[in-house]
């Protein structure tokens, strides 16, 4: 596994269709018409304020379950690997992403965030086969017990 994949993995490219697909999303807005999110702004600047909250939690306790420079020669299936395989990822996916789309309130921004998820999950399938071809059937196994974004709760 080169350096590059081992520290970043899929996160440049995912970030970089994502942010595109956002702006694609800001000039149809216009066009699609579709409906705001909120009819109060309490609830939307509370949701927004809740999800970035946890969406920042979620990439702390990343971080603190698996450090950069351990990326990719350390399997690690505890903390908040125990339920994402993907947490950083699942940070962004779950919360922040959400968050934007609260704040830009309207749907398609919404459509935009359920888009992100097949999106994501194609491109860390690279990332996972070098996962198993590091880890082997260690990695299969935890592939089992735990979902990519979000949390298997149950097992």
Do not use: Q
């Not at 269709?17 to 699609?32: A, H, P």
């Not at 990326?71 to 990822?89: C, N, Q, S, W």
């Not at 996916?93 to 309207?106: E, K, R, S, T, V």
């Amino acid at each position: 596994m080169r350096t590059y994949e081992r520290i970043f993995g899929s996160g440049p490219k995912g970030t970089l269709i994502s942010i595109s697909l956002l702006i694609v999303s800001y000039y149809l807005e216009d066009y699609i018409g579709l409906r705001k999110i909120f009819t109060n702004d309490v609830a939307k600047y509370s949701a927004i304020i809740i999800l970035f909250l946890l969406g920042v939690a979620l990439l702390i306790w990343s971080l603190k379950s698996l450090s950069p420079e351990d990326r990719g020669r350390k399997l690690v299936i505890e903390g908040a690997y125990k339920y994402f395989r993907h947490p950083l990822y699942a940070a962004f996916l779950l919360f922040i992403n959400l968050g934007i789309a609260f704040l830009l309130d309207n749907l398609i921004y919404l459509f935009w965030v359920v888009i992100l998820f097949p999106i994501w999950s194609s491109i860390v399938r690279g990332e996972e086969k070098l996962m198993k071809n590091e880890f082997g059937e260690e990695y299969h196994t935890y592939c089992k017990n735990t979902w990519r974004f979000v949390p298997k709760l149950w097992h």
